[in-house]
């Protein structure tokens, strides 16, 4: 979460342009502007070939604490202590299980021989529950650590796709289907979803359906939490901060929204069945007008109903446009971002707004 986004740590692209050429990409030598326009270019600048990242040294475990909270302000709280320390914490994540109970995870990274033995969770074994029903847990267990190997801490989200498995497959967790399948976890989400669709109709599940990332301040995590209640009502939402940086001795960088400093990535996902739903399209709009006045960003990788005026408003993309300008048959070979991602864009049909072809 301290280090940011992928592009805080990107040192150095390689893209294949439109007309087949090779071109590097970095903050100060070689083409600094496709390298400043490239974050939330969705691929449509290029095809991205290779990437050169800051990285730090790998350790085999993480020591997990696990805290149980139990209204709605001390996890706040507890969430912006651990987020802002300075030192101490690798990995810093929240699950809200309802409107007043979740669990905030610190996490550090140790080396083996500071591991205690009898404190070490497999957790991406076949058997093992899913993650979050076994961070759910905790709630009841009180504080507790563990030492988690750092393999099985990346995949955590894995085989129950964080909580969407159970929509499609409830009999996955079962003991017999654990026994006989678990070695095939995670199944291939869109199957699953496509299974549901034709038991349940299409158009059935896509109304209710909902799954939303919303990357907003830190100091704004309250507010989206009660408004998600009050939208959709669904349960568990994903709390995972991240620092975004603002570089000012580069001229081309972009300030965030909100300025340098901590936001946290609100995950919305699951079926929306509470009694005063709106409706898909409604809701997301809502849902964007909000994180919109929070100074926050809609992720282009999830649906979005924002007109091409939020958009620009949202991700300001004066030096992307430039770009998209300056590279040869970009435009003709690119869609604009905002076409691929925004169901107004995709609606127009298949040949991008801003080509002359």
């Excluded at 610190?106 to 957790?123: C, I, M, S, W, Y």
């Excluded at 940086?245 to 919305?268: C, F, N, T, W």
Aim: proline share 6%; net charge neutral.
């Amino acid at each position: 979460h301290k280090y940011g986004l992928l592009h805080h740590i990107a040192l150095e692209y390689e893209l294949v342009t439109a007309d087949g050429q090779v071109i590097i990409a970095d903050q100060d030598k070689n083409n600094p502007d496709v390298y400043y326009a490239t974050a939330f270019s969705y691929g449509t600048l290029g095809f991205l070939t290779a990437v050169k990242l800051r990285i730090i040294p790998y350790k085999p475990y993480i020591k997990l604490t696990y805290r149980p909270t139990f209204t709605t302000n001390d996890a706040m709280r507890l969430m912006e202590r651990e987020t802002n320390k300075g030192v101490g914490n690798d990995s810093v994540e929240g699950i809200m299980f309802n409107i007043n109970e979740a669990v905030i995870m610190t996490g550090q990274f140790v080396e083996e021989a500071e591991v205690e033995r009898d404190k070490v969770n497999p957790l991406g074994r076949w058997y093992k529950p899913w993650f979050y029903e076994h961070v759910r847990s905790f709630l009841y267990k009180g504080e507790t650590v563990e030492f988690v190997p750092t393999l099985h801490f990346h995949q955590r989200h894995n085989k129950p796709c964080f909580w969407l498995t159970p929509l499609w497959a409830p009999w996955a967790s079962h003991p017999i289907a654990r026994y006989l399948l678990g070695w095939a976890f995670p199944f291939n989400y869109q199957l699953l979803k496509y299974i549901k669709e034709l038991l349940m109709g299409a158009e059935n599940v896509a109304d209710v359906f909902i799954t939303q990332d919303f990357l907003i301040p830190l100091n704004t995590l309250q507010g989206g939490i009660e408004l998600s209640a009050k939208l959709v009502d669904i349960w568990p939402i994903w709390m995972v901060p991240a620092k975004l940086h603002y570089d000012q001795k580069h001229p081309q960088a972009i300030e965030p929204r909100s300025g340098r400093g901590m936001y946290v990535d609100l995950g919305v996902y699951g079926l929306a069945l509470n009694s005063n739903f709106q409706g898909h399209e409604e809701t997301l709009k809502s849902f964007e007008k909000w994180t919109m006045d929070a100074g926050g960003y809609q992720a282009l990788y999830a649906e979005t109903y924002m007109t091409r005026e939020e958009y620009t408003e949202m991700f300001t993309p004066q030096l992307y446009d430039k770009v998209r300008a300056r590279l040869p048959l970009c435009k003709e070979g690119f869609p604009h971002v905002y076409d691929k991602v925004c169901r107004a864009g995709r609606n127009k049909g298949l040949i991008p707004q801003d080509s002359k072809h």
